[in-house]
C-alpha cells in the first residue's frame, strides 16, 4: 500500500490542493533537495516554470503565492490563511529569505513563468524549478507534478506510475473495491476497521486518534467560520458569499417543527457553501480528496451527527476510514485531479466517499457501502472541471452542496437495497479514469470551456 488515509485527508489552505497546496509543498521540497545535495549554500537565485492546466488557472488559484510561501518554508497545514502579507512583502522588495536562512532576489513577476500552452510528459499539472548560483549558472533543476489533494511526485516517480518511492507492507493491502471486500469479509473487519489495522504501519494507536481528531476539529472549525463571514470571495467575479445569510435565515426556524420533509437538506447545503466559500478565501480546510471538493465530506458528517442517530466515536471513526478506503481506490486506480479527469476526479470522487462513509456509519453492510460509493460516482460520469475566470467560485461553490445533498441520496438508496447491484465500484472506477481521458483537455481545469467560456459578463 502505498499512501495512507491521512495523505487523502490533508489539511491545507485554499483554494485548490493541486494548484496552491501541491505547489507549496514542492517548493518545500525543493529547498530539502537543495540541502540534501549541499547547493543550498550556492543558491543565488531560482526561477519556476509552471505549465498547462498549473499555468492557465494558476493566478485565480495563488499558484503564484504558494510558490513563494514554500520557499519562505511556510507549510500548507501550519501557514496562517487569509494573509498575503508574505507575499506582498517579497513581491514589493523582489527578495526573499530562503527556508528563513538565506536571502536571495526573487520577483514573482518575472521568475515565476507561467506557460499554459506547453505541457510536460506525465500530468498537465507541473512544475519546473531553476537554481542559478551567483555566477548565473544553472545548478540544479527539479520537476515536480502535483498530482491533486496535495499530492506531488518527481519526474522519476511519475514515471514508473508511483506514489511514493518506498511503499509501506500493511496487514491488509487491496488493489480493489472487489479485493477490499473480500479482506474484510476474511478477516470479519468492517471496511473502516480493515483501513484502521493498515494504519497502525504508519503511525501509532494514540497517532491515528490524534490525527483523526484534528481532521473532525478542523473540518467542524472550518463550517463554523464559513457560517460567519461575509463579504464577497476574492477575485475580479466578486461573488458574494451566502453562507452567514442563509445560515440567519435558518437559525429562526424551528428545527423541531419542519413541515418542510427536505428542510433539512437546506441544512446540507448550507454546511457545504460555508466549507466552500472558505476554501475559495484561502482558509483552513481538509482535502477531502482536494480542496475543490472540500464540502461535501464535511457536509454529509454533519448531517449524520446532528440529523441522523446518536452520535458515538467509533461510528465517526467507521465514517472516516471507510470514506478513505474508498478514497484511496480512487487515487491508486484512477485520478482525483480535476486537470487530469475533470471534476468527476474531485466532486465525484467526493460524493462517492461521503456516500460510503454514510452508509458505514449507518451500520450498512460492506455490500450496501460499495453500492452507495458506486452511486455517488456513477451520476457524476463526465463531470467537467470548468472554473469560471480561473476561480475555485463558479460552479465550484454550488457543485459541492449538489454533490453532498446527492451522497445522502445515493446512501439511503444503498440503504434500501440489500446490497446486491449491477455495475460495481471498481468497473465505475474504470469508468471515470477512461471517461477522464476522453474528455478535451480545455474542460479539465483550463477555464478554456464550459462555463467558463459561456456566461455573459458583467
Known amino acids: 500500500m502505498e499512501i495512507s488515509v491521512f495523505d487523502l485527508f490533508r489539511l491545507g489552505i485554499g483554494p485548490s490542493s493541486s494548484h496552491t497546496v501541491g505547489p507549496m509543498r514542492a517548493a518545500n521540497f525543493l529547498v530539502d533537495k537543495l540541502k540534501k545535495h549541499k547547493l543550498f549554500d550556492s543558491t543565488a537565485r531560482i526561477s519556476v516554470e509552471l505549465f498547462a492546466s498549473l499555468a492557465s488557472t494558476g493566478r485565480g488559484h495563488n499558484t503564484d503565492k504558494a510558490i513563494v510561501w514554500g520557499l519562505l518554508g511556510e507549510k500548507p497545514d501550519t501557514i496562517d490563511p487569509l494573509n498575503e502579507e508574505l507575499y506582498n512583502a517579497v513581491a514589493s522588495i523582489g527578495r526573499l529569505s530562503l527556508h528563513g536562512e538565506r536571502e536571495i532576489p526573487f520577483d514573482p513577476a518575472s521568475d515565476i513563468i507561467f506557460r499554459p500552452n506547453d505541457r510536460l510528459p506525465h500530468h498537465p499539472n507541473a512544475m519546473r524549478f531553476h537554481v542559478f548560483d551567483a555566477r548565473n549558472v544553472e545548478i540544479y533543476t527539479k520537476v515536480f507534478y502535483s498530482l491533486g489533494g496535495g499530492f506531488i511526485v518527481g519526474s522519476k516517480t511519475a514515471k514508473e506510475d508511483h506514489l511514493v518511492k518506498h511503499p509501506v507492507a500493511v496487514p491488509y493491502p487491496f488493489a480493489s473495491a472487489a479485493e477490499l471486500l473480500e479482506m474484510s469479509r476474511k478477516s470479519s473487519l468492517t471496511i473502516g476497521g480493515l483501513v484502521y489495522e493498515n494504519e497502525k504501519s504508519w503511525r501509532s494507536e494514540e497517532e491515528i486518534e490524534t ?248
Open 211 to 458: 490525527a483523526a481528531k484534528r481532521i473532525f476539529e478542523t473540518m467542524d472549525r472550518c463550517i463554523a467560520l464559513g457560517l460567519k463571514r461575509g463579504g464577497v470571495l476574492p477575485g475580479r467575479l466578486k461573488i458574494r458569499r451566502r453562507a452567514p445569510e442563509i445560515f440567519e435565515q435558518l437559525r429562526k426556524q424551528d428545527e423541531g417543527a419542519f413541515t418542510d420533509p427536505l428542510a433539512i437538506l437546506d441544512w446540507v447545503v448550507l454546511y457545504a457553501l460555508a466549507v466552500n466559500e472558505e476554501n475559495a478565501s484561502g482558509g483552513r480546510i481538509v482535502t477531502a480528496p482536494t480542496n475543490g471538493a472540500a464540502g461535501i465530506v464535511p457536509a454529509v458528517l454533519r448531517y449524520y451527527i446532528r440529523f441522523t442517530r446518536p452520535v458515538t466515536k467509533k461510528m465517526m471513526r467507521e465514517f472516516l476510514f471507510t470514506a478513505g478506503a474508498v478514497g484511496l481506490l480512487y487515487k491508486t486506480n484512477a485520478s482525483i485531479s480535476g486537470a487530469e479527469v475533470g471534476c468527476q476526479g474531485e466532486v465525484g470522487v467526493a460524493c462517492s466517499m461521503a456516500a460510503a462513509g454514510l452508509t458505514a456509519a449507518m451500520g450498512g453492510t460492506m455490500n450496501q457501502v460499495e453500492n452507495a460509493a458506486e452511486i455517488g460516482m456513477e451520476h457524476n460520469l463526465g463531470l467537467t472541471c470548468d472554473p469560471v475566470d480561473g476561480l475555485v467560485q463558479i460552479p465550484c461553490i454550488e457543485r459541492n452542496a449538489m454533490a453532498a445533498v446527492k451522497a445522502i441520496s445515493a446512501s439511503r438508496m444503498a440503504l434500501r437495497g440489500d446490497g446486491r447491484h449491477y455495475v460495481s465500484l471498481d468497473e465505475v472506477i474504470a469508468t471515470m479514469r477512461q471517461t477522464g481521458r476522453d474528455m478535451r483537455s480545455t474542460y479539465k481545469e483550463t477555464s478554456k470551456a464550459g462555463l467558463a467560456t459561456h456566461i455573459t459578463e458583467c
